[in-house]
């Protein structure tokens, strides 16, 4: 079966703009969750999202946001890039709920902002 | 508030030497533990979680809840083990990780 897909591959954008991030999860996984990874802060938690709905969300600015439609798809976007946006963002599905085990990753988003 | 650290940022080893990755976790409840590989140019994936008691790649890792840890280890490093190991925690109902930092291992001819 197809594993997460995670759209575009790489992305540079200029400060001040906005992004949109895209994430197909497995075929029949519900839960969607997104991570942004750094080398200073590593993999940190941004949200989670199950049946369309956000069951939980990490410490990042409002500037960060998500959602995700009724084919599970789910897109995160961040509005007013700044530098320290630059990161790879990965999407994480997994069949419902609870299952942080059964989390399979995405290749991941490199945005790098100038 | 839950942490999960990893106190080695780089581990090298020969090969066959023994391998063991540190991990600590502060939780009051009972999490669930996992340990994540990635691999050179590859995506983040699931090695072992506590609760499976399971044996991957040669891989084991004890849930000690006294020492708050999940060490993970393996008897005879091989070249192949080279890679970036994170340790996770998740609690409950919910989908969200808590990475530590990282270890990357790194295992010399």
Same mark, same amino acid.
């Given at each position: ?114 | ?38 691999? #050179? ?5 699931? !090695?072992? /979680? ?5 044996? %991957?790649? $040669?891989?084991?890792?004890? *849930? ?17 083990? #080279? ?5 996770? !925690?998740? /609690? ?5 990780? %808590?990475? $530590?930092?990282?270890?990357? *291992?790194?295992?010399?001819?």
């Amino acid at each position: 079966k197809a594993g997460v897909t995670q759209t575009p591959r790489y992305l540079i954008k200029t400060r001040g703009q906005q992004v949109t991030l895209s994430c197909s999860p497995i075929s029949g996984h519900r839960s969607v969750s997104w991570y942004q990874q750094t080398p200073g802060q590593g993999l940190q938690f941004l949200f989670e999202y199950f049946s369309e709905t956000q069951r939980n969300k990490g410490n990042f600015p409002g500037r960060f946001s998500g959602r995700q439609f009724s084919n599970s798809r789910s897109e995160m976007n961040v509005s007013t890039l700044e530098l320290g946006d630059s990161a790879l963002y990965l999407c994480a599905s997994s069949l419902g709920a609870g299952q942080g085990a059964g989390y399979t990753f995405g290749s991941g988003t490199r945005l790098t902002v100038v | 508030a839950q942490r999960v650290t990893q106190p080695e940022k780089l581990l090298s080893v020969f090969k066959g030497a023994p391998v063991e990755l540190k991990c600590n976790y502060s939780y009051s409840g009972s999490p669930e533990l996992f340990w994540y590989v990635q691999y #050179s140019r590859q995506r983040l994936q699931l !090695l072992l /979680r506590h609760i499976s008691r399971e044996s %991957i790649k $040669g891989f084991t890792a004890d *849930l000690n809840k006294g020492e708050t840890s999940f060490h993970l280890k393996k008897p005879f490093a091989q070249e192949e083990d #080279s890679a970036m190991y994170y340790c996770a !925690l998740t /609690r409950g109902a919910t989908n969200k990780l %808590i990475f $530590g930092t990282g270890t990357l *291992l790194a295992v010399q001819p």
